[in-house]
Protein backbone atom coordinates (compact mmCIF):
# COMPACT_ATOMS: atom_id res chain seq x y z
CA UNK A 1 0.00 0.00 0.00
CA UNK A 2 1.49 3.55 -0.64
CA UNK A 3 1.73 6.27 1.49
CA UNK A 4 -0.84 8.29 -0.66
CA UNK A 5 -3.07 4.83 -0.58
CA UNK A 6 -2.88 4.92 3.02
CA UNK A 7 -3.92 8.52 3.38
CA UNK A 8 -6.90 7.63 1.85
CA UNK A 9 -8.12 4.80 3.27
CA UNK A 10 -7.15 6.77 6.60
CA UNK A 11 -9.39 9.58 5.67
CA UNK A 12 -12.35 7.73 4.66
CA UNK A 13 -12.38 5.62 7.38
CA UNK A 14 -12.25 8.97 9.32
CA UNK A 15 -15.07 10.83 7.48
CA UNK A 16 -17.04 7.07 7.78
CA UNK A 17 -16.90 7.23 11.39
CA UNK A 18 -17.76 11.13 11.95
CA UNK A 19 -20.77 10.83 9.66
CA UNK A 20 -21.62 7.80 11.48
CA UNK A 21 -22.05 9.70 14.63
CA UNK A 22 -22.93 12.96 13.32
CA UNK A 23 -25.97 10.33 12.11
CA UNK A 24 -26.57 8.75 15.44
CA UNK A 25 -26.23 12.17 17.78
CA UNK A 26 -29.00 13.82 15.87
CA UNK A 27 -31.12 10.74 15.99
CA UNK A 28 -30.76 10.77 19.54
CA UNK A 29 -31.95 14.72 19.75
CA UNK A 30 -27.74 15.11 20.80
CA UNK A 31 -25.88 16.08 17.49
CA UNK A 32 -22.82 17.50 19.36
CA UNK A 33 -22.43 15.04 22.17
CA UNK A 34 -22.62 11.82 19.45
CA UNK A 35 -19.92 13.75 17.26
CA UNK A 36 -17.73 14.05 20.69
CA UNK A 37 -18.13 10.76 21.74
CA UNK A 38 -17.17 9.50 18.54
CA UNK A 39 -14.01 11.80 18.59
CA UNK A 40 -13.23 10.49 21.68
CA UNK A 41 -13.78 6.72 21.04
CA UNK A 42 -11.11 7.55 17.76
CA UNK A 43 -8.66 9.21 19.46
CA UNK A 44 -9.10 6.41 22.30
CA UNK A 45 -8.39 3.63 20.08
CA UNK A 46 -5.80 5.39 18.15
CA UNK A 47 -3.93 5.93 20.98
CA UNK A 48 -4.00 2.47 22.15
CA UNK A 49 -2.53 1.35 18.17
CA UNK A 50 0.26 4.28 18.93
CA UNK A 51 0.96 2.41 22.30
CA UNK A 52 1.15 -1.04 20.12
CA UNK A 53 3.09 0.51 17.35
CA UNK A 54 5.71 2.25 19.58
CA UNK A 55 6.29 -1.13 21.81
CA UNK A 56 6.51 -2.81 18.65
CA UNK A 57 8.92 -0.36 16.64
CA UNK A 58 11.81 -0.79 19.14
CA UNK A 59 12.31 -4.20 17.78
CA UNK A 60 10.28 -4.14 14.39
CA UNK A 61 11.58 -7.83 13.21
CA UNK A 62 8.46 -9.78 13.33
CA UNK A 63 4.95 -8.39 12.00
CA UNK A 64 2.64 -6.26 13.71
CA UNK A 65 -1.13 -7.58 14.56
CA UNK A 66 -3.51 -4.93 15.88
CA UNK A 67 -6.54 -5.50 14.38
CA UNK A 68 -6.30 -1.61 12.55
CA UNK A 69 -5.38 -2.19 8.57
CA UNK A 70 -4.13 1.31 8.67
CA UNK A 71 -1.55 0.69 11.11
CA UNK A 72 -0.65 -2.37 10.05
CA UNK A 73 0.36 -1.34 7.04
CA UNK A 74 2.32 1.55 8.27
CA UNK A 75 3.82 -1.20 10.64
CA UNK A 76 4.59 -3.30 7.00
CA UNK A 77 6.53 -1.00 5.70
CA UNK A 78 8.47 0.31 8.29
CA UNK A 79 9.06 -3.76 8.81
CA UNK A 80 10.15 -4.15 5.12
CA UNK A 81 12.42 -1.13 5.33
CA UNK A 82 13.87 -2.20 8.72
CA UNK A 83 14.25 -5.81 6.98
CA UNK A 84 15.96 -4.60 3.44
CA UNK A 85 18.44 -2.43 5.47
CA UNK A 86 19.56 -5.45 7.92
CA UNK A 87 20.57 -7.47 4.96
CA UNK A 88 22.64 -4.36 3.51
CA UNK A 89 24.23 -4.44 6.59
CA UNK A 90 24.83 -7.93 6.84
CA UNK A 91 26.27 -7.97 3.37
CA UNK A 92 27.97 -5.01 4.25
CA UNK A 93 29.79 -6.73 7.23
CA UNK A 94 30.48 -10.08 4.97
CA UNK A 95 32.19 -8.13 2.18
CA UNK A 96 34.26 -6.24 5.31
CA UNK A 97 34.94 -9.87 6.88
CA UNK A 98 36.11 -11.23 3.55
CA UNK A 99 37.94 -8.29 3.02
CA UNK A 100 40.26 -8.40 6.34
CA UNK A 101 40.40 -12.23 6.09
CA UNK A 102 41.73 -11.53 2.62
CA UNK A 103 44.38 -8.85 3.64
CA UNK A 104 45.25 -11.35 6.83
CA UNK A 105 46.42 -13.81 4.50
CA UNK A 106 48.51 -11.64 2.89
CA UNK A 107 52.05 -12.01 4.53
CA UNK A 108 53.16 -8.32 4.17
CA UNK A 109 51.56 -5.92 6.80
CA UNK A 110 50.05 -3.15 6.51
CA UNK A 111 48.73 -0.37 9.96
CA UNK A 112 47.29 2.63 9.34
CA UNK A 113 48.22 5.36 11.28
CA UNK A 114 47.05 9.01 12.35
CA UNK A 115 48.97 11.67 11.90
CA UNK A 116 50.74 11.36 15.55
CA UNK A 117 51.49 7.87 15.09
CA UNK A 118 48.65 6.60 16.56
CA UNK A 119 47.67 3.22 15.02
CA UNK A 120 43.90 2.86 13.43
CA UNK A 121 44.35 -0.44 12.10
CA UNK A 122 46.60 -3.42 11.03
CA UNK A 123 46.48 -6.74 9.58
CA UNK A 124 47.82 -9.90 10.72
CA UNK A 125 50.48 -9.43 8.42
CA UNK A 126 52.24 -6.25 10.60
CA UNK A 127 51.59 -8.23 13.94
CA UNK A 128 53.76 -10.85 12.61
CA UNK A 129 56.22 -8.69 11.26
CA UNK A 130 56.53 -5.69 13.36
CA UNK A 131 54.88 -7.75 16.71
CA UNK A 132 52.17 -5.66 17.48
CA UNK A 133 49.43 -7.72 19.41
CA UNK A 134 45.67 -7.77 18.75
CA UNK A 135 45.25 -5.02 21.39
CA UNK A 136 47.32 -2.08 20.47
CA UNK A 137 45.18 0.00 18.28
CA UNK A 138 45.56 3.48 19.20
CA UNK A 139 48.94 2.80 20.49
CA UNK A 140 51.63 4.80 19.04
CA UNK A 141 53.30 2.75 16.56
CA UNK A 142 57.02 5.20 17.57
CA UNK A 143 56.50 3.26 21.12
CA UNK A 144 56.04 -0.10 19.70
CA UNK A 145 58.32 -0.67 17.67
CA UNK A 146 61.42 1.29 19.05
CA UNK A 147 63.49 1.95 15.87
CA UNK A 148 65.11 5.20 15.18
CA UNK A 149 64.29 4.32 10.77
CA UNK A 150 60.80 4.40 12.02
CA UNK A 151 60.68 7.71 13.37
CA UNK A 152 62.75 9.49 10.57
CA UNK A 153 60.36 7.50 8.08
CA UNK A 154 57.16 9.01 9.99
CA UNK A 155 58.68 12.25 9.96
CA UNK A 156 59.23 11.76 6.24
CA UNK A 157 63.09 12.68 6.52
CA UNK A 158 64.07 9.37 4.44
CA UNK A 159 64.65 9.05 0.46
CA UNK A 160 61.66 7.43 -1.24
CA UNK A 161 59.84 7.33 2.20
CA UNK A 162 60.91 3.54 2.39
CA UNK A 163 63.35 2.27 5.59
CA UNK A 164 64.74 -0.98 6.82
CA UNK A 165 64.83 -2.10 9.89
CA UNK A 166 65.41 -5.16 12.01
CA UNK A 167 62.52 -7.25 12.72
CA UNK A 168 61.64 -6.63 16.60
CA UNK A 169 60.11 -10.28 16.82
CA UNK A 170 63.68 -11.42 15.08
CA UNK A 171 66.69 -9.67 15.01
CA UNK A 172 68.13 -12.03 12.55
CA UNK A 173 65.25 -10.83 9.94
CA UNK A 174 65.06 -7.65 7.87
CA UNK A 175 62.06 -5.89 7.70
CA UNK A 176 61.28 -2.99 4.73
CA UNK A 177 59.24 -0.06 5.75
CA UNK A 178 57.38 2.00 2.77
CA UNK A 179 55.16 5.09 4.28
CA UNK A 180 52.39 6.46 1.81
CA UNK A 181 50.16 9.15 2.69
CA UNK A 182 46.26 8.39 2.48
CA UNK A 183 44.87 11.95 3.84
CA UNK A 184 46.11 14.77 5.77
CA UNK A 185 45.47 12.68 8.86
CA UNK A 186 46.58 9.58 7.97
CA UNK A 187 49.18 7.06 6.31
CA UNK A 188 49.72 4.05 5.57
CA UNK A 189 52.94 1.84 6.23
CA UNK A 190 53.53 -1.08 4.76
CA UNK A 191 55.88 -3.57 6.05
CA UNK A 192 57.69 -6.64 3.70
CA UNK A 193 59.92 -9.26 5.06
CA UNK A 194 63.06 -8.81 2.90
CA UNK A 195 65.75 -11.36 4.40
CA UNK A 196 65.49 -13.53 1.88
CA UNK A 197 65.34 -10.99 -1.52
CA UNK A 198 68.57 -9.48 0.59
CA UNK A 199 70.03 -12.68 0.86
CA UNK A 200 69.66 -13.30 -3.14
CA UNK A 201 71.15 -10.19 -3.73
CA UNK A 202 74.22 -11.00 -1.97
CA UNK A 203 74.26 -14.38 -3.19
CA UNK A 204 74.74 -12.65 -6.90
CA UNK A 205 77.19 -9.96 -6.01
CA UNK A 206 78.98 -13.25 -4.85
CA UNK A 207 78.39 -14.62 -8.11
CA UNK A 208 79.51 -11.68 -9.82
CA UNK A 209 82.71 -11.50 -7.70
CA UNK A 210 84.05 -14.98 -7.90
CA UNK A 211 83.31 -14.94 -11.55
CA UNK A 212 85.10 -12.05 -12.09
CA UNK A 213 87.85 -13.11 -9.83
CA UNK A 214 88.03 -16.67 -11.88
CA UNK A 215 88.59 -15.02 -14.64
CA UNK A 216 90.95 -12.38 -14.16
CA UNK A 217 93.48 -14.84 -13.34
CA UNK A 218 94.20 -16.86 -15.80
CA UNK A 219 93.96 -13.16 -17.78
CA UNK A 220 96.38 -11.59 -15.81
CA UNK A 221 98.63 -14.48 -16.47
CA UNK A 222 97.80 -14.15 -20.51
CA UNK A 223 98.10 -10.07 -20.00
CA UNK A 224 101.66 -10.58 -18.13
CA UNK A 225 103.05 -12.95 -20.76
CA UNK A 226 101.73 -10.52 -23.71
CA UNK A 227 103.25 -7.65 -21.65
CA UNK A 228 106.84 -9.23 -22.35
CA UNK A 229 106.59 -9.23 -25.94
CA UNK A 230 108.19 -6.45 -27.43
CA UNK A 231 105.42 -4.85 -29.16
CA UNK A 232 106.57 -3.32 -32.15
CA UNK A 233 109.19 -5.98 -32.95
CA UNK A 234 108.41 -9.57 -31.29
CA UNK A 235 111.30 -12.25 -31.91
CA UNK A 236 110.26 -15.38 -33.24
CA UNK A 237 112.07 -17.35 -30.47
CA UNK A 238 110.38 -14.85 -27.45
CA UNK A 239 106.92 -15.88 -29.41
CA UNK A 240 107.75 -19.52 -29.77
CA UNK A 241 108.40 -19.77 -25.64
CA UNK A 242 105.24 -17.01 -24.83
CA UNK A 243 103.04 -18.76 -27.32
CA UNK A 244 102.75 -21.96 -25.59
CA UNK A 245 102.34 -20.39 -21.92
CA UNK A 246 99.04 -18.74 -23.01
CA UNK A 247 97.01 -21.88 -24.02
CA UNK A 248 96.79 -22.96 -20.20
CA UNK A 249 95.07 -20.03 -18.78
CA UNK A 250 93.11 -19.30 -22.46
CA UNK A 251 91.94 -22.90 -22.19
CA UNK A 252 90.51 -22.20 -18.23
CA UNK A 253 89.16 -19.37 -19.31
CA UNK A 254 87.25 -20.74 -21.84
CA UNK A 255 86.48 -24.09 -19.31
CA UNK A 256 84.78 -21.72 -17.13
CA UNK A 257 83.16 -19.92 -19.81
CA UNK A 258 81.81 -23.09 -20.74
CA UNK A 259 80.55 -24.42 -17.09
CA UNK A 260 78.65 -21.12 -16.71
CA UNK A 261 76.94 -21.40 -19.88
CA UNK A 262 75.94 -24.84 -19.05
CA UNK A 263 74.50 -24.05 -15.32
CA UNK A 264 72.56 -21.07 -17.11
CA UNK A 265 71.30 -23.67 -19.38
CA UNK A 266 70.30 -26.25 -17.00
CA UNK A 267 68.52 -23.68 -14.54
CA UNK A 268 66.21 -22.39 -17.07
CA UNK A 269 65.76 -24.93 -19.60
CA UNK A 270 62.33 -26.72 -19.12
CA UNK A 271 62.33 -29.70 -17.21
CA UNK A 272 63.01 -32.76 -19.65
CA UNK A 273 59.82 -34.52 -21.13
CA UNK A 274 59.56 -37.91 -22.91
CA UNK A 275 60.08 -35.31 -26.38
CA UNK A 276 63.48 -34.25 -25.06
CA UNK A 277 64.62 -37.54 -23.57
CA UNK A 278 65.84 -40.51 -25.11
CA UNK A 279 66.93 -43.90 -24.21
CA UNK A 280 70.47 -43.90 -23.44
CA UNK A 281 73.25 -46.92 -23.25
CA UNK A 282 74.84 -45.68 -20.24
CA UNK A 283 77.44 -48.58 -20.38
CA UNK A 284 79.03 -47.18 -23.74
CA UNK A 285 78.62 -43.61 -22.59
CA UNK A 286 80.61 -44.62 -19.75
CA UNK A 287 83.09 -45.98 -21.75
CA UNK A 288 83.86 -42.81 -23.57
CA UNK A 289 84.27 -41.07 -20.09
CA UNK A 290 86.41 -43.79 -18.60
CA UNK A 291 89.09 -43.59 -21.85
CA UNK A 292 88.80 -39.68 -21.34
CA UNK A 293 89.71 -40.36 -17.62
CA UNK A 294 92.34 -42.35 -19.04
CA UNK A 295 93.95 -40.13 -20.31
CA UNK A 296 93.83 -37.31 -18.02
CA UNK A 297 95.21 -39.43 -15.42
CA UNK A 298 97.94 -40.26 -17.50
CA UNK A 299 98.19 -43.69 -16.29
CA UNK A 300 98.78 -42.80 -12.58
CA UNK A 301 95.04 -44.22 -11.48
CA UNK A 302 93.57 -47.19 -11.95
CA UNK A 303 90.11 -46.71 -13.52
CA UNK A 304 87.47 -49.52 -13.24
CA UNK A 305 84.43 -49.50 -15.27
CA UNK A 306 81.90 -52.23 -13.70
CA UNK A 307 78.84 -51.43 -16.02
CA UNK A 308 75.69 -53.42 -16.47
CA UNK A 309 75.31 -52.94 -20.30
CA UNK A 310 71.50 -53.72 -20.99
CA UNK A 311 70.62 -51.40 -18.48
CA UNK A 312 69.62 -48.38 -19.90
CA UNK A 313 68.38 -44.93 -19.04
CA UNK A 314 66.21 -42.15 -20.17
CA UNK A 315 67.30 -38.64 -20.10
CA UNK A 316 69.15 -36.05 -21.71
CA UNK A 317 72.31 -37.35 -23.19
CA UNK A 318 74.43 -34.59 -23.20
CA UNK A 319 72.88 -33.63 -19.60
CA UNK A 320 74.37 -37.10 -17.88
CA UNK A 321 77.37 -37.22 -19.80
CA UNK A 322 78.14 -34.33 -18.53
CA UNK A 323 77.58 -35.34 -14.80
CA UNK A 324 78.95 -38.70 -14.88
CA UNK A 325 82.31 -36.91 -16.63
CA UNK A 326 82.70 -34.34 -13.77
CA UNK A 327 82.32 -36.93 -10.99
CA UNK A 328 84.88 -38.93 -12.62
CA UNK A 329 86.89 -36.65 -13.47
CA UNK A 330 86.65 -35.30 -9.37
CA UNK A 331 87.91 -38.62 -8.88
CA UNK A 332 91.17 -38.76 -10.84
CA UNK A 333 92.06 -35.13 -9.80
CA UNK A 334 91.58 -35.25 -6.57
CA UNK A 335 93.17 -39.01 -5.98
CA UNK A 336 97.33 -39.51 -5.14
CA UNK A 337 99.07 -40.77 -7.94
CA UNK A 338 98.60 -44.80 -8.13
CA UNK A 339 94.95 -44.86 -6.72
CA UNK A 340 92.42 -47.03 -8.06
CA UNK A 341 89.04 -45.56 -8.77
CA UNK A 342 85.63 -47.46 -9.08
CA UNK A 343 82.92 -46.54 -11.70
CA UNK A 344 79.45 -48.45 -11.29
CA UNK A 345 76.38 -48.62 -13.08
CA UNK A 346 74.01 -51.33 -11.81
CA UNK A 347 70.44 -52.18 -11.19
CA UNK A 348 69.50 -51.63 -6.98
CA UNK A 349 66.64 -52.14 -5.37
CA UNK A 350 65.88 -48.58 -5.30
CA UNK A 351 66.39 -48.02 -9.15
CA UNK A 352 69.35 -47.65 -11.58
CA UNK A 353 72.26 -46.69 -9.34
CA UNK A 354 75.77 -44.85 -11.05
CA UNK A 355 78.50 -44.36 -8.32
CA UNK A 356 82.09 -43.23 -8.32
CA UNK A 357 84.58 -44.59 -5.71
CA UNK A 358 87.56 -42.82 -5.67
CA UNK A 359 90.88 -43.70 -2.65
CA UNK A 360 91.64 -40.09 -2.48
CA UNK A 361 92.21 -37.73 -0.29
CA UNK A 362 88.55 -37.22 1.12
CA UNK A 363 85.89 -34.69 2.08
CA UNK A 364 85.67 -33.49 6.10
CA UNK A 365 82.43 -33.85 7.13
CA UNK A 366 82.06 -30.32 7.62
CA UNK A 367 82.71 -29.35 3.77
CA UNK A 368 80.13 -32.46 2.18
CA UNK A 369 77.10 -29.77 2.47
CA UNK A 370 78.58 -27.12 0.59
CA UNK A 371 80.40 -29.03 -1.65
CA UNK A 372 77.97 -28.44 -4.46
CA UNK A 373 77.89 -24.58 -4.11
CA UNK A 374 79.21 -22.39 -6.93
CA UNK A 375 82.40 -21.86 -6.26
CA UNK A 376 82.78 -23.83 -3.80
CA UNK A 377 86.21 -25.14 -3.19
CA UNK A 378 88.01 -27.03 -0.29
CA UNK A 379 91.56 -25.44 0.19
CA UNK A 380 93.75 -28.50 -0.46
CA UNK A 381 97.14 -28.12 -1.54
CA UNK A 382 98.10 -29.77 -4.84
CA UNK A 383 94.10 -29.76 -5.74
CA UNK A 384 94.37 -27.31 -7.93
CA UNK A 385 97.17 -27.82 -10.12
CA UNK A 386 95.09 -30.16 -11.56
CA UNK A 387 92.23 -27.45 -12.72
CA UNK A 388 88.48 -27.21 -12.04
CA UNK A 389 86.64 -24.63 -12.09
CA UNK A 390 84.73 -25.07 -9.38
CA UNK A 391 81.08 -25.30 -10.75
CA UNK A 392 81.43 -29.25 -11.45
CA UNK A 393 79.35 -30.12 -8.49
CA UNK A 394 77.07 -27.50 -8.86
CA UNK A 395 76.32 -28.77 -12.54
CA UNK A 396 76.06 -32.21 -11.18
CA UNK A 397 73.23 -31.18 -8.90
CA UNK A 398 71.36 -29.55 -11.18
CA UNK A 399 71.19 -32.55 -13.68
CA UNK A 400 70.38 -35.12 -11.26
CA UNK A 401 67.52 -32.68 -10.29
CA UNK A 402 66.18 -32.50 -13.68
CA UNK A 403 66.05 -35.92 -13.60
CA UNK A 404 64.52 -36.67 -10.68
CA UNK A 405 67.42 -37.57 -8.72
CA UNK A 406 69.75 -36.40 -5.90
CA UNK A 407 74.25 -36.31 -5.38
CA UNK A 408 74.63 -38.30 -2.37
CA UNK A 409 78.37 -38.38 -0.95
CA UNK A 410 79.92 -40.88 1.88
CA UNK A 411 83.05 -39.75 2.48
CA UNK A 412 86.58 -40.09 4.79
CA UNK A 413 89.38 -37.27 5.02
CA UNK A 414 92.34 -39.48 3.38
CA UNK A 415 90.14 -42.70 2.79
CA UNK A 416 88.44 -41.46 -0.65
CA UNK A 417 85.07 -40.78 -1.17
CA UNK A 418 82.02 -42.37 -2.92
CA UNK A 419 79.51 -40.29 -5.28
CA UNK A 420 76.21 -41.47 -6.45
CA UNK A 421 73.06 -41.21 -7.18
CA UNK A 422 70.04 -43.49 -7.58
CA UNK A 423 67.09 -42.89 -10.35
CA UNK A 424 63.73 -43.61 -10.72
CA UNK A 425 62.96 -47.33 -11.96
CA UNK A 426 60.68 -45.82 -14.28
CA UNK A 427 63.41 -44.45 -16.01
CA UNK A 428 65.49 -47.60 -16.64
CA UNK A 429 65.00 -49.27 -20.11
CA UNK A 430 66.37 -52.70 -21.33
CA UNK A 431 68.60 -53.61 -24.13
CA UNK A 432 66.87 -56.44 -25.97
CA UNK A 433 70.34 -57.41 -27.40
CA UNK A 434 72.84 -56.86 -23.96
CA UNK A 435 75.81 -55.45 -25.75
CA UNK A 436 79.18 -55.61 -23.93
CA UNK A 437 80.91 -52.71 -21.98
CA UNK A 438 84.44 -53.31 -22.86
CA UNK A 439 86.15 -49.71 -21.27
CA UNK A 440 87.56 -51.57 -18.08
CA UNK A 441 90.60 -53.58 -18.20
CA UNK A 442 88.37 -56.24 -16.85
CA UNK A 443 85.56 -55.44 -19.44
CA UNK A 444 81.96 -54.94 -18.18
CA UNK A 445 81.10 -56.50 -15.38
CA UNK A 446 77.32 -57.73 -14.56
CA UNK A 447 77.66 -57.55 -10.54
CA UNK A 448 76.31 -54.88 -8.92
CA UNK A 449 79.04 -53.65 -6.90
CA UNK A 450 77.80 -53.19 -2.92
CA UNK A 451 77.83 -49.77 -2.28
CA UNK A 452 80.68 -48.22 0.52
CA UNK A 453 79.17 -47.88 3.97
CA UNK A 454 81.36 -45.29 4.93
CA UNK A 455 80.71 -42.45 7.40
CA UNK A 456 79.57 -39.87 7.31
CA UNK A 457 77.10 -39.71 5.12
CA UNK A 458 75.49 -36.92 3.54
CA UNK A 459 73.07 -35.34 0.63
CA UNK A 460 75.47 -32.56 -1.07
P1 LIG B 1 86.28 -28.23 -8.81
O1 LIG B 1 86.32 -27.69 -10.17
O2 LIG B 1 87.01 -27.38 -7.84
O3 LIG B 1 86.64 -29.64 -8.74
P2 LIG B 1 83.69 -29.19 -8.09
O4 LIG B 1 82.40 -28.48 -7.99
O5 LIG B 1 83.77 -30.31 -9.05
O6 LIG B 1 84.76 -28.07 -8.39
O7 LIG B 1 84.07 -29.73 -6.66
C1 LIG B 1 83.96 -28.86 -5.54
C2 LIG B 1 84.98 -29.25 -4.49
O8 LIG B 1 84.61 -30.51 -3.94
C3 LIG B 1 86.35 -29.46 -5.06
O9 LIG B 1 87.05 -28.22 -5.09
C4 LIG B 1 86.95 -30.43 -4.07
O10 LIG B 1 87.48 -29.72 -2.97
C5 LIG B 1 85.77 -31.25 -3.60
N1 LIG B 1 85.72 -32.54 -4.31
C6 LIG B 1 84.97 -32.86 -5.38
N2 LIG B 1 85.14 -34.15 -5.73
C7 LIG B 1 86.01 -34.67 -4.85
C8 LIG B 1 86.59 -35.96 -4.66
N3 LIG B 1 86.31 -36.99 -5.46
N4 LIG B 1 87.45 -36.13 -3.62
C9 LIG B 1 87.72 -35.10 -2.79
N5 LIG B 1 87.21 -33.88 -2.92
C10 LIG B 1 86.36 -33.64 -3.93
Known amino acids: MTARDLARAYSGLATAGLAAAALVGWLSGSFAWGVAAALAAFIAW ?62 DGWVILRTGGEIEDYNRGARDRLGLSASD ?18 RGEVE ?37 LNRLLTMRQDFVANVSHELRTPLTVIVGYLEELDEDNPDFETLREVLPKLTPPARRMRALVDDLLTLTRLESAPLPSDETTED ?10 VAEARQLSAGVHRIVLHAESD ?11 SAFNNLVTNAVRYSPDGGTIDVRWHRSAAGPRFEVEDRGMGIAPEHLTRITERFYRIDLAGARVRGGTGLGLAIVKHVLRRHRSVLQVESELARGSLFYCVFDPDRAGEDDAPVSATGSPEGATRTAAAASSRSPSAEA
Open 137 to 154: HGQNLVALVRDPGIVSLL
Open 280 to 289: IDVALMLNTI
Open 311 to 321: LHLRGVSTELY
Open 160 to 196: SDIVEIAAPADETRRIELRRIAIDAERALVMARDVTE
Open 46 to 107: HAIQFRRFARWSRRPLGRLRTGDAVWEALADRLHRAVGLSRGRSRALVATLRRLRTTTDTIP
